[in-house]
């Protein structure tokens, strides 16, 4: 049972709509995200000698774990790494070949941030998508995609 408290006459079918409404608006705006560095990203993944690596933390390692599935389903070898276990032996997975694709919306997840001056020394390409191209993160990517979230 939910815990909210609706109100009996709450129109669900209005409240969709909304949903949907908001999705709209997100998609259209993803538009100007779609320029050189999204070109550049595409092509270091289709170029990919080895795997594609996600990795991100809370809604990012959501989202992660949904781009790695649906990379691999459509036959780009891909998994999903958590941060907080890849320091724990996980990036031994991770080869030159390979590229990893790292989430997070302010692009400072400290989790992140400690694991790539191993990826560096592994000479991984990285491509980081975060809000913020001033952050941490977008500053220590081969690869910077700058998308803003305008509501969740």
């Known amino acids: 049972m939910s815990q909210i408290d609706l109100p009996t006459d709450f129109d669900f079918q209005q409240a969709g709509r909304q949903v949907l409404e908001i999705e709209r608006e997100g998609l259209a705006q ?6 050189e560095d999204f070109t550049h990203a595409c092509e270091t993944i289709f170029r990919c000698g080895g ?8 809604k990012s390692g959501h989202i992660g774990r949904k781009m ?9 070898s891909a998994f999903f790494v958590h941060p907080g276990e890849a320091a ?5 997975m991770v080869t030159p070949q390979d590229v990893v694709i790292a989430l997070s919306n302010s692009g400072e997840s400290n989790e992140i941030l400690a694991l790539i001056p191993v990826l560096k020394r592994q000479q991984v390409k990285l491509i980081c998508i975060t809000s913020r191209p001033e952050s941490s993160m977008a500053r220590a990517a081969d690869i910077h995609l700058c998308v803003k979230v305008p509501k969740e």
């Open 68 to 76: 790695a599935a649906t990379f691999a389903s459509t036959g780009t």
């Open 51 to 58: 795997k594609v690596v996600v990795m991100g933390m809370g």
């Open 30 to 35: 993803l538009d100007q995200y779609i320029n």
């Open 88 to 92: 724990h032996g996980d990036l031994g």
